[in-house]
């Protein structure tokens, strides 16, 4: 299944009667309540809205990085909560290139629903009606299961791979702040030496997600293999990495994964090599 969904499929599936969750992820770094603020003024009618800091993200130990994931039995709880029943399909969107909806399209994916899609170009590429009511959940009938997150790369795998260089690591950040330029976010600037540099920007052609052909190539010409189990996808904080694993998706390259710590659990420790 094509991991992205067009604005006119949706609509259709909306007018059809069919059960779907859509869920507004809009979030804005620097001011985390403004996402909730825009859904408040519009949204896609009859979505519900899903938060990055308090849906997506666990809880930050000052070492764990700036958006960890949460436990297992924290996210089934949440999902619950949020009535994603493993059956239902869910539809994301956001209006920032789609990389908050690819953080909750991975970690559903991650911990079985396989049902998820991303709206591709996000509420600017919706011309149905616009929303003004804010939906509450309808929590699950009962308490989800918690499944552990398939494809999560934890820091000790990657400490190691500085040494074996089995795994291709690539960081999903803007050019400069992989070198260590313009880092706002973050104490430290630099990156994880030996990670290539893919921006996820580079996986749009405007608003939207490029061809299937042109990621595949692009994405084989940057590791120089299609063998995706070796590839670590991060960023700064787990958020745009996601962008870059669906795009993979997209480009029917299946099987990378996520060190979702990032670069800010990694430059949380000192000793830890920087390269610039």
């Known amino acids: 299944m094509n991991p992205l969904i067009t604005a006119n499929q949706l609509e259709e599936i909306i007018n059809s009667g069919e059960d779907v969750l ?5 979030f804005d770094l620097a001011k985390p309540e ?17 938060d990055l800091d308090h849906d997506l993200s666990g809880q930050k130990s000052g070492k764990n990085g ?15 909560r949020l009535g994603m029943d493993n059956n239902t399909l869910v539809v994301a969107y956001d209006n920032q290139g789609s990389i908050f909806a690819s953080r909750l399209w991975w970690m559903l994916k991650a911990t079985g629903h396989a049902n998820v899609r991303v709206l591709d170009g996000g509420l600017d590429a919706w011309s149905g009606p616009i929303g003004k009511t804010p939906r509450q959940p309808i929590a699950c009938s009962r308490l989800l299961d918690p499944m552990p997150y398939v494809g999560l790369v934890l820091l000790e795998e990657v400490l190691e791979n500085l040494q ?27 990156h994880i030496p030996g990670a290539l540099n893919h921006c996820y920007k580079e996986n749009l052609s405007g608003k939207l997600f490029k ?13 120089g293999t299609t063998k995706t189990a ?10 745009t990495a996601c962008h870059n694993l669906l ?26 090599p920087v390269e610039r």
């Open 22 to 26: 859509i869920c507004d992820c809009r």
């Open 34 to 50: 403004a996402g909730k603020a825009a859904y408040l003024e519009n949204h896609i009618p009859g979505a519900i809205y899903v």
């Open 66 to 80: 700036r958006h960890p994931l949460p436990l297992p039995e924290d996210w089934a709880k949440t999902k619950t």
């Open 164 to 190: 074996t260089h089995q795994n291709k690591i690539v960081d999903a950040r803007a050019n400069d702040r992989f070198h260590g330029e313009n880092e706002t976010l973050d104490p430290i600037g630099g």
């Open 211 to 223: 061809t299937r052909e042109q990621l595949y190539q692009e994405f084989v010409n940057l590791l």
């Open 230 to 239: 070796e590839v670590i996808h991060q960023c700064g904080s787990g958020v």
């Open 247 to 272: 795009a993979m998706e997209v480009a029917g390259l299946k099987g990378a994964r996520l060190y979702a710590g990032s670069w800010s659990e990694w430059c949380a420790d000192p000793s830890r």
